[in-house]
């Protein structure tokens, strides 16, 4: 199989991921922005909260997904190497896979605070910082982990460790 289609075997799978991802991010966010406005009140405060956590959830099982993904041989039967690009992509996943676990776990604890009802209003307005500001770290986190490119059989993030000329040989 050729590097082109190998391209884009990776880029069918992390494409609606990272859109499922993102779509999870951005409605976070647009509640942690509503609350900072002061719109919400009581009622809309708990469905924040309840949409928050469904959201962190459904991340949870996209990252899944994402630990789970791997060259095969039988995709890449034409590649020597593969057993190096899936040890190269586990190394940098896993670190950053943490990361984002553990602002979701933040996230999912906020909300399950507020659900025992153990949050004052004050406590509330701090949860929903924190929620808002894992969410953000989460898209960063994110946007490294699912940039990543195959070139001349060999996997690497289109980051600041891009691969030189002489690295390519």
């Given at each position: 199989?050729?590097?082109?289609?190998?391209?884009?075997?990776?880029?069918e799978f992390?494409?609606?991921?990272?859109?499922?991802?993102?779509?999870?991010?951005?409605?976070?966010?647009?509640?942690?922005?509503?609350?900072?406005?002061?719109?919400?009140?009581?009622?809309?405060?708990?469905?924040?909260?309840?949409?928050?956590?469904?959201?962190?959830?459904?991340?949870?099982?996209?990252?899944?997904?994402?630990?789970?993904?791997?060259?095969?041989?039988?995709?890449?039967?034409?590649?020597?190497?593969?057993?190096?690009?899936?040890?190269?992509?586990?190394?940098?996943?896993?670190?950053?896979?943490?990361?984002?676990?553990?602002?979701?776990?933040?996230?999912?604890?906020?909300?399950?605070l507020f659900?025992?009802?153990?949050?004052?209003?004050?406590?509330?307005?701090?949860?929903?910082?924190?929620i808002e500001?894992?969410?953000?770290?989460?898209?960063?986190?994110?946007?490294?982990?699912?940039?990543?490119?195959?070139?001349?059989?060999?996997?690497?993030?289109?980051?600041?460790?891009?691969?030189?000329?002489?690295?390519?040989?």
């Amino acid at each position: 199989m050729q590097t082109d289609s190998l391209i884009q075997r990776f880029n069918e799978f992390k494409s609606p991921l990272c859109g499922e991802f993102r779509f999870a991010l951005n409605n976070i966010l647009c509640w942690t922005h509503l609350l900072r406005l002061g719109r919400l009140d009581h009622s809309t405060t708990v469905q924040a909260f309840e949409v928050i956590e469904h959201n962190a959830k459904h991340q949870s099982l996209l990252l899944d997904k994402l630990l789970d993904w791997h060259l095969t041989s039988e995709v890449t039967s034409q590649l020597p190497n593969v057993a190096d690009i899936n040890q190269r992509f586990e190394e940098f996943k896993s670190p950053l896979c943490v990361d984002i676990r553990f602002a979701l776990n933040s996230i999912l604890c906020w909300t399950y605070l507020f659900r025992l009802g153990r949050l004052d209003k004050s406590t509330t307005l701090k949860a929903f910082e924190v929620i808002e500001h894992n969410a953000k770290h989460q898209n960063q986190l994110i946007d490294q982990l699912l940039n990543w490119r195959l070139t001349q059989n060999d996997l690497y993030p289109t980051s600041s460790n891009k691969p030189s000329n002489k690295d390519l040989k």
